[in-house]
């Protein structure tokens, strides 16, 4: 066997995250931009090439093909490697019958025999839905420690949250005695990150044996952890410490694209022994020209900023045009706000034009037919890719623009 | 877009010297416009115009250029077939003694093996952003030895000034370097096109009589034995002569045509990446007229500047009419006023460092002030 490797990753990158609306109409949740200028992805990807893992299985299903081009040859991320590498690995047709990923454990299930070609002792499992840095090398190191069957990253949240999450109580040596899913009462604050290592042949027993049962749904966190804690397996709770924030929703991808403007220490994108790598723009530095003011945003190459941007993050390309306000906003890659306008609270997709004195966001009271209070909230208004805001158009918060017809919003859409 | 050309760009020019700017690095290394080396604007040409084998003839110190041409991949000449060739100069035990290595035994061998028609040689120290497509095919209908792309700088931005003197069907006939009285404003834009062919007589016929010194300015002094011409261009095009034109030529892309015609013509510039996180902008500062790059965290005061990649510029701090590159970090309290600083340099609080517009005051790599 030459291509033995100790440990690869799999990551979970199906996932469609139903709850931020337009922005994974047409993308699937890890390609979710974020931070002015990664995806979602990026931050697990770069986990991985950071901790020494230089193979990665990209399961997809979901609006795959925006990912599949950002990822392509894993150059970005140093995956494009000889001896492993990046691999996108959509759900296929086999001999007799094909099948759809039906559940996270499934996923791997069917990838069987693309991970025994590594023929690896472990597997870290990942999901593409959380912002953190994390060294998984370490994970695997207390996983050999502590001689585990199966290591589960934990983090403390607020008790008051802990119903959220999957919970892991554990006894004094982290080993985990017992696992609740989004307990009503729960009795300790240690949420599953859903970073899994498993030793291979454990799991790929325990993935077999799962497939057989018509009852199970095929998901870690619902049917394998369970099944193997009741098996008296030996399961060990990894503490992480540090900066980890779930995006799935429209208001905490918002808070923690602002936590980079508030808190900028506690992720710390800038720290070099740990860089998030990302497919960066072929754009020139940003511009900021006479009057414009810039006050505690983040901005990207390519930027061209002649108006106010207050508390923002702006991904590249954006422009901000004379006497255009935008505040608390987040500005995805080729916007441009047109003179006059005033964003509060919003976050606009690729390429979208908002026109001449549009008023759009949290300070404009009332209702239209994008309000969407189910996904939106705290005034947060979101606007699809491709838009054509019509000029002086008034649009409320927490809405939900997307194109339906040309109305008295939404003048056009268009392809970018 | 097929094109018959290949591309050869020289990474050093004899006559010019940028003082600090190039004591760490070949001409072409030189970081120029927030995230760029000047080498990129005439890689990024080339590439646009389909060009796919670029040889760089580097001639001294191009640690730095290696570093950043790396295997070509940012302007995707990593390719099976050609792609990128850095041709240092070609060292072996006869002339390892000697001052003028044998630059051209690897050229020679580069020109011979890949097998195009045409070559567009190109001093790197000037900078537009265009296709070359349009000049190599009117070199070939023009039926002309060699073409020489000039615009009408004249003498404007210093010299070395090639100045070309052309009769009335653009055939060179006179060609004067740095001349007292020109004979014309048609200044070289140091690129020429010629035949692959023709360029290898014309080495070897060079490297028989020992003349190891290669460059444009040799090729155009041959206008009395072969027919060159000129071609117009028409465009924004920047000169790097030495350190007040590296000043001007930078302050000028704050203009907004020649922003425009440099970086939003649509064709891309491309240049290494950095993957540095968004830059910073804090509750306190103020900016105007700059162009920023990422990583930057700015809190203090900038006005009319050029900044680079991990620029720090602390609170109470003023930066006007300045370049800083690379991860400098600017303290607290620090006025700066037409000041170069290039890369690693930290300037300590309070520093107060004042220059003119024709003597921008330069601040060599890594120095802490």
Known sequence: MTNKKKIIAMLLAGGQGSRLGVLTKTRAKPAVPYGGKYKIIDFPLSNCTNSGIDTVGVLTQYQPLELNSYISTGAPWDLDSNTGGVFILPPYLKA?????????????????????????????????????????NAMLKFHIKTEASATIAVIEVPIEDASRFGIMNTDKQSRIVDFEEKPAKPRSNLASMGVYIFNWPVLRAELSCDEEDPNSDHDFGKNIIPKMLSAD?????????????DVGTIGSLWEANMDLLDRPEEINLRDRNWRIYSRNPIKPAHYIADNARVVNSALTDGCNVCGHVEHSMLFNSVTVEKGAVVRDSILMPGVRVEAGARLNKCIVSFGTIIGKHVRAGADVEGECRYSNTRLCQDGITVFERGLKIRDGAVVPGNCMVEFLEPDEIVEAHFRV | MFINAMGLILADHKRIQLGELSRPRALAAIPFA????????????????????????????????????????SWDLDRKNQGLSLLPPYINSLNLESSDNDNLSGSLDFFRANRFRYVVIANSNVIFNATLNDYVSRHEESGADISVLYNRDGLKSGPPAVILGMDRKGSVKDVMINPQKPVSNRR??????????????LLNDNASRGDNDFSVESLLRRYMELRICGIEYKGTLLRINDIPTYFSSTMSLLEEKTRRELFWAGLPVYTKVKDEAPALYGPQN????????????????????????????????????????????????????????????????????????????VIGKGAIV
């Open chain 2, 286 to 361: 103020q900016v105007s007229n700059s162009f920023i790059s990422d990583g930057c965290v700015i809190n203090g005061t900038l006005a009319d500047s050029m900044v680079f990649r991990g620029v720090t510029v602390s609170a109470h701090a003023k930066v006007t009419n300045s370049i800083v590159m690379q991860d400098v970090y600017i303290s607290e309290g620090v006025e700066l006023d037409h000041v170069i600083l290039d890369k690693n340099c930290v300037i300590r609080p309070g520093i107060k460092l004042v220059g003119q517009k024709d003597f921008p005051v």
């Open chain 1, 96 to 136: 007799e019958r094909g099948e759809w990923y039906s559940g996270t454990a499934n996923a791997i299930y069917q990838n069987s025999f693309f991970i025994d070609k590594f023929d690896p002792d472990y597997v870290l499992v990942l999901s593409g839905d959380h912002i953190y840095k994390m060294d998984y």
């Open chain 2, 34 to 73: 927030g995230r760029y080396r000047i080498i990129d604007f005439m890689l990024s040409n080339m590439v646009n115009s389909g060009i796919t084998c670029v040889g760089v003839i580097a001639q001294q110190k191009y640690k730095s250029l290696m570093d950043h041409l790396g295997t070509g991949s």
């Open chain 1, 233 to 245: 397996m030996r399961l060990m709770a990894y503490r992480f410490t540090g900066y980890w924030k």
């Open chain 2, 188 to 201: 070289s834009a140091g690129v020429v096109i010629l035949s692959r062919e023709l360029l290898i007589d």
